[in-house]
Structures are given as C-alpha cells and as structure tokens.
C-alpha cells in the first residue's frame, strides 16, 4: 500500500506560479510511476504529467507542455509539479497517482490516488 498526500494549490492569477507537492509514504520503496491528473467541476478527470521511477523519463498532455514541469525526489518520497503561465482554464483539483510498471495516461491505470488539492487560477 501507499499513500499520497498533495499539497500546495491555492489561488493564483492567470500568469502565476504555483508547486504542487505530493508525500508518499508506505510501500515507497517500489518502482511506482507516479503521475498528476485533475479534474475541472463537471469533467472527467484527465492525465496531466508522468514521471518515471527514476525520473530520466517525463510525459506531458499538450495542454501544459511547456509550462508545468514534473520531478522526484525519491530520497524524500516526493513528487512535485511546478506550474507556471497558469491559465483559468487550468482550475481543478489536482492528485497526485501511484502505479507499478510501466507509463500510462489512463486514470483507471493507477493504483494509488491522493485526496487532491484545489487549484484556482483568477482571470
């Protein structure tokens, strides 16, 4: 089992910065993939950035490539998404996913999931 804490949303301009945070604790000593998905009010929840277990491969939807960067810190048991140039349409809540094996954008893939963290982006 593992589990996975997000933090760091908040509100933010459109053109701001925020760093989202994830703690996982539990199993952490295995080779999980560990990703970012959000989910707008009333959409399905999307794919939004991977990152592998040693982090020397990173995967990104386009709506946020170039902007939102991924990394891992597996002596710490952390994975952040630093988000900048935010858009409004980036507002959703944002958890942070656990997987063993190999990369996939299909939410139904991961094992592990977060509570979330709310992020608004004012226009």
């Known amino acids: 089992q593992v589990q996975l804490v997000e933090s760091g949303g908040g509100l933010v301009q459109a053109g701001g910065s925020l760093r989202l945070s994830c703690a996982a604790s539990g199993r952490t000593s295995s080779n999980y993939f560990m990703a970012w998905f959000r989910q707008a009010p009333g959409k399905e929840r999307e794919f939004v950035s991977a990152i592998s277990w040693g982090g020397g491969s990173t995967y990104y939807t386009d709506l946020v490539k170039g902007r939102f960067t991924i990394s891992r810190d597996n002596a710490k048991n952390m994975v952040y998404l630093q988000m900048n140039s935010l858009k409004p349409e980036d507002t959703a809540v944002y958890y942070c996913?656990?997987?063993?094996?190999?990369?996939?954008?299909?939410?139904?893939?991961?094992?592990?999931w977060g509570q979330g963290t709310q992020v608004t982006v004012s226009s």
């Open positions: 996913a656990a997987r063993g094996g190999y990369y996939s954008d299909y939410t139904r893939s991961y094992d592990y």
